[in-house]
C-alpha cells in the first residue's frame, strides 16, 4: 500500500491574502470559521500571499473558509505540488539549506 493510499492526495491554493494578516492570526480566523471535524492546514503565509492545504474533496471548502476567514483573500491557483506553486509565484519561494 503506498502513502498516497493511506493518507489520499492532497492540494495547495494559493491565495492572495490581505497585507499586514501573519500565519497565527489567519490560522485563527480559519479555525472560528471551521466546522466540527474540519481543519485548515495553512502552509506558509508572508508577503501577502498563503498557501492552504486540503484534500480534492475538500478544495471548495477550503476556499470558502478562506474567504470567511479573509474576506478579502482571493484564490489564484491550485496545485498538487508546493514545487509548481513556488515556481508559479516566486514570492512564496523558501530559501535552500547550503549543503557542506
Known amino acids: 500500500m503506498t502513502v498516497k493510499e493511506k493518507r489520499g492526495r492532497r492540494r495547495y491554493v494559493v491565495f492572495k491574502v490581505s497585507p499586514g494578516i501573519d500565519k497565527g492570526s489567519l490560522i485563527r480566523k480559519a479555525n472560528s470559521v471551521c466546522g466540527e471535524?474540519?481543519?485548515l492546514y495553512v502552509v506558509q503565509c508572508e508577503s501577502g500571499m498563503a498557501i492552504a492545504r486540503c484534500s480534492p474533496e475538500q478544495r471548495e471548502r477550503c476556499i470558502e473558509?478562506?474567504?470567511?476567514?479573509?474576506?478579502g483573500s482571493?484564490?489564484?491557483?491550485?496545485?498538487?505540488?508546493?514545487?509548481?506553486?513556488?515556481e508559479k509565484f516566486p514570492e512564496l519561494k523558501v530559501p535552500s539549506k547550503k549543503r557542506g
Open 37 to 39: 471535524g474540519e481543519s
Open 65 to 71: 473558509i478562506m474567504l470567511a476567514a479573509d474576506p
Open 74 to 86: 482571493i484564490p489564484m491557483l491550485t496545485s498538487g505540488t508546493l514545487r509548481t506553486l513556488r
